[in-house]
């Protein structure tokens, strides 16, 4: 083990707030030093450099080091934004929340004291809840600022820290919305000033823990905006919280909707941040919704709604004659935005969500905006009704929350489904008159997991070099760098293809893993009588030959 290393995790040590992880480091620290290369690796890797901070806040490893998320990252994170908020603001308002994973509770009340003492007002959610609550009171409570101390549905290792901006710090499309830049930078510039923790003011009280009187003004805000629909048949209704915080809220959400016949999955109920019987807790994971799918067929449900860990992304099932079958996101987004389009409407959706919301919206009289990838950008669309993005995130009531919000999501989705009963139909029947009206619109992701982040900048720049001629069969006609700031949109790390007959294909580096992914669409017009069907598997075996290619170009 180096000598440097040696140093910097020693530094490290000496100015660590936590007992539990200065000794994690010792005992690191001493099987290195006795020669464990096991030990060594893991140690290169936690001081492999600062866990970055940009506009998804903080993400990663819960552990101690700098590249890991501790008490003394968080505590250097919230001194950094208490710095950039009182450098403008006399007394900034905070509200702060959390979820049920491990190190939630010592983060936020760590941010508490550290705000505090910075000169910041701040408001503590009462418990561990849903990161739509905590979106929601930055806007209710007319906060200048927000953090949700959560790592969404990343696996059960992970913990994160999301910021908002409110109130005085930004304007009226901003307010209740993750930072974007320059903000991003601004507060990682002062959380890089910020100088040894064992000098940094941490209060001892001063704060306020709401009351619960904020989850009730959240439940009868979605109520209001999302009300209990057109009456119907009610549904038989069973409902997953994936081991997170969403459960309690979202069952009462629909109990108020006047929904009785509601099922849990006891097992995933409750919060637990091993999440036991899920691998990976994320709805859109193969084998996330097995013990939920089971479930409704021993009920014989109607539906199927699930949440992630904080609850802010929504999938849906419904049953076939084949076994349930789960909504894609762009699916659930399109039959969304049709709900919700009426002439001069706002309507938006992410640039690798599909293009069938754009049909919606000029069908209906709606306007559509596109916007760059990641609610921080949709929510900031200029008077938003709807935004969705394909990941399974829905903004349904833009003036409760503006971010995605899987609780007001599901409730939409109860009361069309309660709806479409009362008439002897099916969601399925929906997609079905959307597909015949706008053409059916098939959607696919290639995503390439990396070990070595060069790869992901050197496939681009090939891509860009040296563009795939056709993709599926179809020439391709157009090639657009979203580097260029195209549409309008501020500039991003990506490219988007077009072919001749229709095919768009977009690849862009995720922004939060070390992932490549590709967002891959056809379209095929459904003529007057013809047969959907028929329709639909000719546009699947096309979409089956783009992602084929897509692979080859992108391995």
Request: with cysteine; proline share 7%.
């Amino acid at each position: 083990m180096s000598a440097p290393l040696t140093d910097r995790v020693r530094t490290w040590i000496d100015d660590d707030p936590d007992e539990r992880d200065r000794a994690e480091l010792e005992d690191l620290l001493a099987a290195a030093r006795s020669g464990s290369a096991a030990a060594t690796a893991d140690l290169q890797d936690r001081f492999s450099g600062p866990l970055e901070f940009g506009t998804a806040g903080l993400r990663g490893r819960v552990g101690a080091g700098e590249h890991r998320m501790n008490r003394a990252v968080v505590q250097r994170a919230a001194a950094g934004l208490g710095a950039w908020l009182t450098a403008r603001f006399e007394r900034p308002r905070v509200v702060v929340g959390l979820d049920a994973r491990n190190g939630s509770r010592e983060f936020a009340d760590d941010s508490a004291a550290v705000l505090t003492a910075a000169g910041c007002e701040v408001l503590l959610l009462p418990r561990p809840l849903p990161t739509p609550v905590l979106a929601f009171a930055v806007r209710h409570l007319d906060a200048d600022a927000g953090v949700m101390v959560t790592a969404s549905h990343n696996p059960a290792a992970d913990n994160g820290y999301k910021v908002y901006l409110g109130g005085r710090a930004t304007g009226p499309e901003g307010r209740g919305v993750q930072i974007v830049p320059p903000v991003d930078a601004e507060i990682a510039e002062r959380i890089a000033a910020v100088g040894p923790l064992r000098d940094l003011p941490r209060a001892g009280s001063g704060w306020t823990v709401l009351s619960d009187d904020v989850v009730e003004h959240y439940l009868a805000a979605i109520i209001a905006a999302v009300g209990a629909g057109e009456p119907g048949r009610d549904p038989r209704i069973v409902v997953t919280a994936m081991h997170g915080v969403g459960g309690p809220v979202l069952l009462e959400a629909l109990r108020r909707g006047g929904f009785r016949d509601v099922h849990s999955v006891a097992e995933q109920a409750d919060p637990d941040p091993a999440f036991p019987t899920v691998p990976f807790p994320n709805p859109e994971e193969p084998g996330a919704l097995d013990r939920a799918v089971a479930l409704a067929r021993e009920v014989g449900a109607d539906v199927v709604l699930a949440v992630d860990p904080d609850a802010d992304r929504c999938c849906v099932a419904v049953p076939t004659p084949e076994g349930f079958r789960q909504l894609s996101g762009d699916d659930l987004g399109r039959l969304l935005g049709s709900e919700l389009a009426a002439p001069g409407a706002v309507l938006a959706c992410s640039i690798v969500s599909s293009q069938a919301l754009q049909g919606v919206a000029g069908r209906t009289g709606a306007r559509f905006a596109s916007a760059l990838t990641g609610f921080k950008w949709i929510a900031r669309v200029p008077e938003l009704t709807f935004g969705y993005e394909e990941a399974i995130g829905y903004c349904v009531a833009p003036e409760v929350v503006r971010d995605k919000d899987g609780i007001s999501a599901s409730l939409l989705v109860a009361t069309v489904v309660r709806r479409e009963l009362g008439a002897g139909r099916t969601l399925l029947d929906v997609l079905d008159d959307l597909d015949r009206a706008d053409g059916v619109h098939l959607t696919a992701p290639v995503t390439v997991r990396v070990e070595d982040l060069a790869v992901i900048p050197a496939t681009m720049a090939r891509l860009r070099a040296e563009p795939p001629r056709q993709l599926g069969g179809s020439a391709v006609t157009s090639v657009e760098d979203l580097a260029d700031g195209l549409d309008g949109l501020p500039p991003t790390d990506g490219l988007r293809f077009r072919t001749a007959d229709g095919t768009r294909v977009v690849v862009r580096p995720s922004g939060t893993e070390p992932k490549l992914k590709s967002y891959c669409e056809v379209v095929a017009d459904v003529p007057d009588g013809a047969d959907l069907a028929g329709v639909r598997q000719a546009a699947r075996e096309r979409l089956d030959a783009v992602l084929a290619d897509v692979r080859a170009v992108t391995a």
